[in-house]
């Protein structure tokens, strides 16, 4: 028999393209068949493992590309900037739509929304064509940020293994992170074809390493049981898939077990193995499974596919999810695709089976459905997840009726032909073209002028972007990566929304500090506006580098989360932007701190030209370092990521503000005469085109200008606490602006840290980092020896292959899986190393260590050294550490030289 992988029977209908507006909580038919028919699902992976590849298949099968992009070639759809390209590596990642199964060639584009049938009980999801959002996200540690990011718009993912290296580390921590956000997820065994591939082993260590149950649904079929990869053994309906040597995938056969019993027994039986325990682990976590058994005289053979579908779906979207479904192939070899593509469409939820997004409002934490569906003049509701820091003072949310839409932007890429494109995944209600939107992290509204739907490298233009749907809006000139994107009904370009909805953030996260800097120049002052506008396209693009410009030299500094973030960063800048520019060698970012406090407050007065107009204005400040006990600042969890940078907006002291600021450092503004709670008393005060808020802004913008460049080494200030004393008869003037105001408070600031270094020798703190590294036992030794005596480290914990204590795996009710109980197909050609070896020589062992990030530059040659070839290591920030006085002098004697 031979399979096209090319459905026929699909129905169409012309969709309305003119969508009318609606209020949020009205569910369209039209849009709810969308929304049933689309995976937002992304590709993770370790580096390597093969996503590139593999999404270029999927591209070609579903008929967006006529031929097979290459990544040794340099030739894919998804690695496009000119970087990825030259390094084949993907670094941004890339949302292209597409449909699976294929829609014929001459359908319209946009095509109209399917029409599924009334239920899946019979018939598979993947008998209808659905539109599948693929987000492709980088591998490399150092873009982790970047693969949180696109998490958060995940509705599922499939995660490719390397089907030689197993489950490596960064695998296991991004498989971590979408655990966090509940992602339902599949495995995709890559690589099969590869000499030393062991699925085995890698289906083992999904069970120890991913803690879940692998079902495996496909075994991989060797020809003649130890020859070629040629194929798989699909267990889910009983038959073997057989794919052409050589051709371009598409050629398929597929053999029933009696066929196969004559050809290659052996194999067949392994199929039936394989169907047994498939429906034993499908059992123990579904009940309907059970009934299915039970009604086929437990026979596990009896079982129709559809069933053994419907219940691994069941299984997935569990949460937390206990099952992982797993599948073979060799996307190189153009084996294995199609199948997992059903499975996307079969087995990952649609937007309408997630959890409702978490969100933040007025300092609270609750979550869209709730705001959306609260009633008027109530309470806001909060999740149960985290309570407020803030006093619940309740919202009164009136105002929720004119908010329209709810979109995160969630990626931001300048496009060479196309300008800057903003990626949004819409959440609630539907974006239109020309749709006045107002971003709630930039307090600024702007509309979208065009909005277009990204099919590889096709931009076809739409009018609307509805709920559950990826979409670009281009021509804003404001909006960057990670903003909360809002339409309010009636709100003019230059208004607010009221009612709080000005703060809705959809699922923040917490930029990690940047640990590497880099200098930049322009190679002459006309060249400067350039390099100036480039930069700041490059930050819409990455929150999470970070630039800083020291007022005085005029020399910018950015910051970033790894040397090759900043390495791309400066390739972008340089190759992409055209900009002329120097850049400086790339340096680790440390910080400095005061260990001196003032006595007495210091007061500056600005008074002079800003922008050709007289401007003035006065501040009181003082500093003093942070409490001892923060002499180690640690980056804030997962839990207070909420709290940093906030407000905080207590209501018992009305007269003063704080502000939690980044690298443990507090500002505490008194502002006597004005009440938070009274605006009305302020007129006697303060001048009409002035607010408090709007001084509160200013004074917060001026102090994180000067915190960020200490006085000391031009690194950015942590740990101190500064005060602010605003007194509005002493201080505010006629001329006063809000940009006189910044510029007083940042000169102020500047002078207090100054005095402070003058009175006490300030100090210099390092980052360290926290690292898991996975070497063989046989190497164990060496590796524990290197990075505790020659790089300074601290060895926290050495596991063995049973253990799951990784870093960021410390929960107790993490499940523990016994491999011994995981059912696994013989592997031919094992090497027996690794995770499940025979015998302790063999096994896998873990690290966890406290190392400075200096020591950490250029580890992973010596690792590959030291273990000859198959060490592995993941790293990320545990906090800045004081540095003692010998390491700080020498780390000041090579910065001189830098
Ligand atoms: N033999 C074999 N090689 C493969 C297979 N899949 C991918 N490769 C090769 O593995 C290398 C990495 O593949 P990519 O697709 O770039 O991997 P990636 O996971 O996208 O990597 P990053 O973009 O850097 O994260 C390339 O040389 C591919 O040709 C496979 O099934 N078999």
């Known amino acids: 028999m031979s399979i096209g992988w090319l459905r026929c029977a699909r129905r169409v209908v012309r969709r309305n393209v003119k969508t009318p507006r609606r209020l949020l909580s009205t569910v369209q038919p039209q849009q709810d068949a969308l929304s049933?028919?689309?995976?937002?699902?992304?590709?993770?992976?370790?580096?390597?493992?093969?996503?590139?590849?593999?999404?270029?298949?999927?591209?070609?099968?579903?008929?967006?590309?006529?031929?097979?992009?290459?990544?040794?070639?340099?030739?894919?759809?998804?690695?496009?900037?000119?970087?990825?390209?030259?390094?084949?590596?993907?670094?941004?990642?890339?949302?292209?739509?597409?449909?699976?199964?294929?829609?014929?060639?001459?359908?319209?584009?946009?095509?109209?929304?399917?029409?599924?049938?009334?239920?899946?009980?019979?018939?598979?999801?993947?008998?209808?064509?659905?539109?599948?959002?693929l987000i492709d996200t980088p591998g490399h540690a150092d873009f982790t940020f970047e693969v949180l990011r696109s998490l958060r718009v995940l509705d599922g993912a499939v995660c490719i293994l390397d089907g030689v290296a197993g489950v490596e580390a960064q695998t296991e921590k991004v498989w971590t992170q979408a655990g966090h956000y509940h992602i339902p997820m599949i495995i995709f065994v890559n690589k099969l074809d590869r000499v030393g591939a062991a699925f085995s082993r890698t289906v083992k260590e999904i069970g120890v390493r991913l803690h879940g149950w692998p079902a495996v649904c496909q075994i991989p079929w060797w020809q003649g049981g130890n020859g070629d990869f040629v194929g798989v053994g699909d267990v889910v309906n009983l038959r073997g898939i057989l794919w052409k040597v050589g051709g371009d995938g598409r050629d398929i056969q597929a053999f029933g077990l009696e066929e196969l019993s004559k050809t290659d027994g052996k194999f067949a039986e392994e199929i039936k193995k394989a169907r047994i325990a498939l429906v034993e682990i499908l059992s123990e976590h579904d009940d309907v499974m059970v009934e299915h058994f039970l009604e086929h005289d437990e026979d596990h053979l009896a079982i129709s596919g559809i069933q053994i579908m419907q219940s691994l779906r069941r299984v997935v979207l569990q949460a937390p999810q206990k099952v992982i479904p797993v599948f073979a192939g060799a996307s190189f070899r153009n084996i294995g695709v199609q199948p997992l593509l059903d499975a996307v469409v079969d087995l990952l939820p649609s937007p309408l089976e997630r959890p409702d997004p978490e969100i933040n409002i007025s300092n609270q934490s609750s979550t869209l459905a709730l705001l959306l569906n609260s009633a008027p003049t109530t309470k806001l509701p909060k999740s149960t997840k985290k309570q407020s820091t803030s006093q619940d003072r309740g919202l009164s949310i009136a105002e929720v009726k004119n908010l329209t839409a709810?979109?995160?932007?969630?990626?931001?890429?300048?496009?060479?032909?196309?300008?800057?494109?903003?990626?949004?995944?819409?959440?609630?209600?539907?974006?239109?073209?020309?749709?006045?939107?107002?971003?709630?992290?930039?307090?600024?509204?702007?509309?979208?002028?065009?909005?277009?739907?990204?099919?590889?490298?096709?931009?076809?233009?739409?009018?609307?972007?509805?709920?559950?749907?990826?979409?670009?809006?281009?021509?804003?000139?404001h909006a960057r990566t990670g903003d909360t994107l809002i339409v309010y009904r009636g709100l003019q370009m230059k208004g607010t929304p009221s009612g709080g909805l000005n703060t809705l953030q959809l699922r923040p996260i917490t930029v990690p500090p940047p640990v590497f800097f880099t200098s930049i120049e322009p190679h002459s002052l006309s060249e400067q506006k350039h390099v100036q506008e480039s930069l700041a396209i490059l930050l819409r693009e990455d929150p999470s580098l970070n630039l800083s410009i020291d007022e005085e030299s005029g020399q910018t500094h950015l910051a970033g989360m790894g040397d090759l973030h900043l390495e791309i960063a400066r390739d972008r800048l340089l190759i992409d932007f055209k900009a002329k520019a120097r850049i400086g060698k790339i340096e680790i970012g440390y910080r400095e701190t005061i260990s001196s406090s003032m006595q007495d407050p210091y007061t500056y007065t600005l008074d002079k030209l800003v922008a050709g107009k007289q401007?003035?204005?006065?501040?009181?400040?003082?500093?003093?370092?942070?409490?001892?006990?923060?002499?180690?600042?640690?980056?804030?969890?997962?839990?207070?990521?909420?709290?940093?940078?906030?407000?905080?907006?207590?209501?018992?002291?009305?007269?003063?503000?704080?502000?939690?600021?980044?690298?443990?450092?507090?500002?505490?503004?008194?502002?006597?005469?004005?009440?938070?709670?009274?605006?009305?008393?302020?007129?006697?005060?303060?001048?009409?085109?002035?607010?408090?808020?709007?001084?509160?802004?200013?004074?917060?913008?001026?102090?994180?200008?000067?915190?960020?460049?200490?006085?000391?080494?031009?690194?950015?200030?942590?740990?101190?606490?500064?005060?602010?004393?605003?007194?509005?008869?002493?201080?505010?003037?006629?001329?006063?602006?809000?940009?006189?105001?910044?510029?007083?408070?940042?000169?102020?600031?500047?002078?207090?840290?100054?005095?402070?270094?003058?009175?006490?020798?300030?100090?210099?703190?390092?980052?360290?980092?926290?690292?898991?590294?996975?070497?063989?036992?046989?190497s164990l030794g060496a590796v524990v020896q290197d990075i505790s005596s020659s790089r300074g480290g601290q060895v926290l914990s050495l596991d063995g292959a049973d253990s799951s204590s990784s870093t960021s795996r410390l929960d107790e009710d993490v499940l523990r899986v016994d491999p011994n109980l995981i059912y696994t197909p013989p592997d031919p050609f094992a090497s027996g190393t690794g995770l499940m070896g025979d015998g302790p020589a063999d096994s896998q062992r873990q690290i966890v260590a406290r190392v400075p990030l200096k020591e950490m530059v250029g580890y992973l040659n010596q690792l590959r050294a030291l273990t000859g070839g198959r060490g592995t290591f993941v790293m990320s920030v545990d906090g800045f550490e004081r540095m003692a006085s010998q390491r700080q002098k020498e780390v000041l004697d090579a910065l001189r030289e830098f």
């Open 406 to 477: 709810c979109a995160l932007a969630f990626k931001v890429v300048n496009d060479a032909k196309r300008g800057v494109l903003v990626y949004v995944r819409v959440y609630s209600g539907s974006i239109d073209r020309g749709a006045t939107l107002y971003n709630t992290n930039l307090s600024v509204a702007e509309r979208a002028p065009r909005l277009l739907k990204m099919y590889a490298n096709d931009a076809v233009e739409v009018d609307s972007i509805s709920t559950g749907q990826i979409g670009v809006i281009t021509g804003l000139k």
């Open 615 to 778: 401007a003035k204005a006065a501040i009181a400040a003082s500093v003093e370092p942070a409490a001892a006990a923060a002499d180690t600042l640690v980056p804030p969890s997962h839990e207070e990521e909420e709290e940093e940078e906030e407000e905080d907006d207590d209501d018992s002291h009305p007269f003063e503000t704080i502000y939690k600021l980044p690298d443990n450092n507090t500002l505490h503004i008194a502002h006597p005469n004005l009440s938070k709670h009274d605006s009305a008393s302020h007129k006697s005060f303060i001048q009409p085109h002035l607010s408090l808020p709007g001084i509160l802004h200013s004074i917060h913008s001026g102090a994180s200008a000067a915190l960020a460049r200490g006085p000391f080494q031009g690194f950015p200030v942590s740990n101190t606490h500064v005060r602010i004393h605003l007194n509005a008869h002493a201080h505010l003037f006629p001329e006063t602006t809000p940009t006189a105001m910044a510029m007083a408070v940042r000169a102020a600031v500047t002078h207090c840290l100054r005095a402070a270094n003058e009175a006490a020798a300030p100090v210099l703190m390092e980052p360290v980092m926290n690292v898991t590294i996975f070497v063989n036992e046989s």
């Open 36 to 133: 049933k028919a689309t995976r937002n699902i992304g590709i993770i992976a370790h580096i390597d493992a093969g996503k590139t590849t593999t999404t270029e298949r999927m591209l070609y099968y579903s008929g967006v590309t006529r031929r097979i992009g290459n990544v040794d070639e340099g030739s894919t759809v998804t690695d496009f900037l000119p970087a990825e390209r030259a390094r084949g590596i993907t670094i941004q990642s890339a949302a292209i739509t597409f449909h699976w199964p294929p829609l014929p060639p001459s359908t319209q584009t946009p095509p109209p929304p399917p029409q599924l049938p009334a239920s899946f009980d019979t018939v598979l999801r993947s008998s209808t064509s659905h539109n599948i959002n």
